[in-house]
């Protein structure tokens, strides 16, 4: 079984930044593209950021420009800087292999508000 630790949540005031961190194991890292997830209350989990296997990203509209995401292939973890964060960023972020999911780490809570 896949494990993924994601880490870095926390609250922070809109306009904050935070980098959160994802460690996986159990598989070889870099061979997967991996993503960011999220999920906020009462809606669907939601991809918003990839990162293939060549460095290549993508980003839902909702975070362009304002989230980055990297990866280190040595040390099995990807990462996902957040800035200009908005309460709607307010959820649990997760990491998976991006569109073809092993099970799910226990993510970690970001909360954006004053």
């Known amino acids: 079984q896949v494990q993924l630790v994601e880490s870095g949540g926390g609250l922070v005031q809109p306009g904050g930044s935070l980098r959160l961190s994802c460690t996986i194991s159990g598989t070889t890292f870099r061979l997967a593209a991996i993503g960011w997830y999220r999920q906020a209350p009462g809606k669907q989990r939601e991809l918003i950021a990839q990162i293939g296997l060549g460095g290549g990203t993508r980003y839902d509209d909702s975070v362009e420009g304002r989230f980055f995401i990297s990866r280190d292939n040595e040390k099995n973890t990807a990462y996902l800087q957040m800035n200009s964060l908005k309460p709607e960023d307010t959820a649990v972020y997760y990491c998976?292999?991006?569109?073809?999911?092993?099970?799910w780490g226990q993510g970690t809570q970001v909360t954006v508000s004053s």
């Open positions: 998976n292999r991006a569109h073809a999911e092993w099970n």
